[in-house]
């Protein structure tokens, strides 16, 4: 069977990923802190990203700018000064630039395997007793606007693994892994996220 993009990118961005489930998965999405900790670093890589002009643009940018919406709402409901705009500590919790334009289709892919790793998440934020933390359930709702992952698998299932566009493509989902990567604050920053 002939490889696809979509193969090619899990296999080749896996190391990516999982330096990325690793960081986010110490979140305690029970609680109020873990939850902003959470939002925050979401929304600062999310901002981050700016998909390249072409054919997926548009449902790249409209799937970011709906998960940092709902991101962004939910850091409000909690009191965050986070969901400001500008708002920031020092590196790595402050806002990261925007890198150059990346590839929409691998926007796509990472941001599409964000939303289902969402949904997965919402299972651990459901059993919080906090009612302060069960308010906010737009972003692990994972009811955004633009493409669903099946579209999105579907549709790199259908592009071939090789060739100037592939490479571009697997280059920049790496550089969004990273972007996300970069966003998770240090430990001494968490405290900064949440008001009161």
Do not use: N
């Not at 000064?81 to 920031?88: D, I, R």
């Amino acid at each position: 069977m002939t490889d696809s993009l979509r193969h090619r990118l899990r296999r080749d961005t896996a190391v990516h990923h999982d330096r990325v489930d690793a960081a986010y998965s110490h979140a305690e999405l029970t609680e109020v802190t873990g939850l902003t900790t959470f939002l925050a670093a979401s929304l600062r890589a999310l901002d981050a990203i700016e998909p390249a002009p072409g054919p997926c643009r548009a449902a790249a940018e409209t799937l970011r700018r709906s998960m940092a919406d709902a991101a962004r709402r939910d850091l409000a409901e909690l009191g965050s000064p986070a969901h400001e705009p500008g708002h920031g500590t020092s590196e790595p919790a402050a806002s990261l630039p925007r890198p150059a334009a990346l590839a929409a289709e691998a926007v796509l892919y990472v941001l599409g395997g964000a939303r289902m790793g969402a949904a997965v998440l919402r299972r651990d934020w459901g059993r919080s007793r906090d009612p302060r933390v069960l308010a906010c359930g737009r972003y692990l709702g994972a009811q955004f606007d633009g493409p669903s992952w099946p579209a999105v698998a579907q549709a790199l299932g259908a592009r071939p693994a090789v060739g100037a566009d592939a490479e571009a493509i697997v280059a920049d989902a790496r550089r969004v892994f990273h972007t996300f990567e970069r966003s998770w604050p240090e430990p001494g920053h968490k405290k900064e996220l949440v008001r009161g």
